[in-house]
């Protein structure tokens, strides 16, 4: 289901070239210009935020938990972002370039950047062969989700890299260590897209685990350490000890945003409409509220001030009342969960509550010839440019990550 419905969708191929899907972060806050801090505008290419933490901490000398960052940036694609790093001076790093790496500005601050210290993200992104008529019907889309709001979906990109990180969520959270390692070494679907990881998957699925672990690239830490665990003949309650709870807390994020996104689709298309019992998100501050009397509040959803939310489940997170309230009850029930078995030793997990829709600004459509349209808007932090390309190309599976 679509927003954007009326519309029809725009074909079109996203990320021929790296340079095609550019984002810049939204800084909160500017550098002050004096303190301890030192903060570091980068463009980097082609590479993820924490491949570029760690070219970053080589090249200067320092450890990579030191440098701050207020977000993740799309490994394909062309980024600027901004990092921290306490005690350096900024004229040793202006100008700095490495191999995917360039220091554009360096400039003091008072405090270390940490995650959510920032506005949001402006995207550029163009795509090729679209044809004939692709331009108006950007136009169209981009203007009704700058009017009504973008439907505030988690994209692909969350899911990892065969799209169904929630399955090892769901067994974390139902203690399932079977279930769990056959998430994440199994590609049952035939969703995987990495022709090295496919190889690697069918490996382990044949029985061939010490060939599954060499084929697993060393960047999939959790596979490859359950896969030397298997190897050893441990069981897998035992295999699955290896895995970094840093990893744990990706499969559980990603099981989270599966069930926020089944519960934003119940609500299409209308996003901005309460019901009683709504726990309503203030988007001025992040906070939300019960809504007993929608005649009440239902104009200051019309201005945007305001919008249904859904949970990010968690042992501490707030559910709504009524019929909003009986849908997310109920799709605990379908997985076999209860709000207690979000607690885990260990794993904080409070959980949280999400708009459905956030606002989309500043967006420009041009067209670069006959078959190529460049898409430019701005998101606030935690939201998904594949949630806009969704409703343009209207495709459930945009091909980003």
Known sequence: MYLTAD????????????????????????????GEHCYLTVQKVGLSTHEAIRRLAREIHVRPEAIGYAGMKDAKAVARQTFSIQGLDPHRVEGLAIPGLTVLAARLHRNKLRIGHLAGNRFLIRLRGTGPGAEERCRLVLDALST?????????????????????????????????????????????????????????????????????????????????????????????????????????????????????????????????????YLHDRGAVFSVEDVA????????????????????????????????????????RLTIEEWKLPGLRLDGERRPFRVPLTGATVRAEGDDTVLLSFSLPKGSYATAALREVMKSEDPDLD
């Open 148 to 280: 009504k709001g973008l439907p505030n979906l988690f994209g692909r990109q969350r899911f990892g890299s065969k799209g169904d990180g929630h399955l090892a969520g769901r067994a974390v959270l139902r203690r399932d260590p079977e279930a769990l390692v056959d998430a994440i070494l199994l590609d049952r679907d035939g969703r995987e897209r990495d022709p090295r990881l496919r190889e690697a998957r069918d490996r382990y699925a044949s029985g061939d685990l010490e060939g599954a672990f060499r084929a697993f690239p060393h960047a999939y830490e959790a596979e490859r350490r359950v896969l030397e665990s298997l190897a050893k003949g441990r069981p897998p309650e035992q295999a699955i000890r290896r895995i970094p709870r840093a990893t744990f807390r990706l499969y559980l994020s990603a099981y989270q945003s599966h069930l926020f996104n089944r519960l934003l689709l119940l609500r299409m298309p209308d996003l901005g409409r309460l019901e009683a019992g709504d726990l309503a």
């Open 296 to 335: 009440v509040e239902q104009p200051r959803a019309d201005r945007f001030e305001i919008s249904p939310s859904g949970p990010l489940f968690g042992k501490k997170v707030l559910l709504a009342e009524g019929a909003p309230g009986e849908r997310e009850r109920e799709v605990l029930d379908e997985e």
């Open 7 to 34: 519309v029809p969708g725009v074909e079109g191929r996203i990320r021929e070239r790296i340079e095609d899907f550019v984002v810049e972060e939204l800084p909160l806050y500017e550098p002050a210009g004096v």
